[in-house]
């Protein structure tokens, strides 16, 4: 999906794996020895994409994918390179982590909760509602960080202006006062848009509407390909605090 919007070859896919591994894994010993070693991997995307911006942005015909957008806009063309860098890992990251996640959570949930699968297959309707679910449950992207721009207090904490602020979205959506019994998968919540598996605001994510339909559709083949699919061993979890990431989960498919 990231290499068509990218409108790179799908035999370069592969790359922006990687790629998206070494941004958020550069401090991670068992996949790089030094955070140098994980820079020259991303000095290897931005060589990669670089050149693609230029070529694109040469073009006299407008292009319809993200990088020709970028390379065409007034207001993006004359990025610096750490910006292009900064903005293309954005997209892969944002384009990757999360929704993978998303669907090894949602194989998890089920496998915990095998009633909720079997509602799912009596009620298909249920699918957009259930993707919804495995979002704020997996919380792929545990939390983000914001600065305070202003003086305040909230709930007798007091923050001052410049101070730097966690916002532990894992948190968030298991909050009791907003999700009746949180940690229970529920496939069928009447408030589940209320998430914030995709932030919030202004800085909501760009692309989470194509991830709920990347997921909706996932789990409509799957409903159609398979009776069960079941953890066979147990699952092996991301080395981050920044990503709730699944890095191995071993399942057996049943057909229909």
């Known amino acids: 999906m990231l290499a068509i919007l990218f409108d790179v070859p799908q035999e370069d896919r592969m790359l922006l794996i990687r790629w998206s591994d070494a941004a958020t894994n550069n401090a991670n010993p068992e996949l790089f020895s030094s955070v140098e070693e994980a820079f020259k991997e991303l000095w290897q995307c931005f060589e990669y994409f670089s050149n693609i911006f230029e070529k694109r942005k040469a073009s006299t015909t407008p292009g319809h994918d993200l990088i020709s957008m970028l390379a065409q806009s007034e207001s993006t063309k004359e990025m610096p390179p750490n910006e292009l860098l900064g903005n293309l890992l954005l997209l892969i990251v944002g384009g990757n ?6 669907i090894s959570g949602g194989v998890k949930f089920f496998n915990e909760y095998p009633d909720e699968f079997e ?16 979002i704020r449950m997996q919380s792929a992207i545990a939390h983000m960080a914001r600065t305070a721009t202003e003086d305040t207090e909230f709930r007798g904490k007091k923050m001052k202006k410049g101070d730097r602020l966690a916002l532990w979205y894992v948190s968030a959506n298991r909050d009791e006062e907003v999700f009746p ?6 496939i069928d919540r009447e408030n589940i848009r209320t998430h914030l598996g995709f932030g919030y605001g202004i800085h909501r994510c760009v692309g989470y509407r194509l991830a709920e339909m990347q997921l909706q559709i996932l789990w409509e083949e799957i409903l159609q390909c398979f009776t069960r699919v079941e953890i066979v061993g147990s699952p092996e979890f991301q080395w981050s605090s920044f990503l709730h990431g699944i890095t191995k989960l071993p399942v057996r498919l049943q057909h229909k």
């Open 119 to 134: 509602r799912l297959t009596q009620n298909p309707n249920l699918v957009p509602s259930a993707v919804l679910e495995m």
């Open 181 to 186: 019994k949180p940690d229970r998968f529920r």
């Open 97 to 102: 982590e999360t929704t993978r996640n998303s």
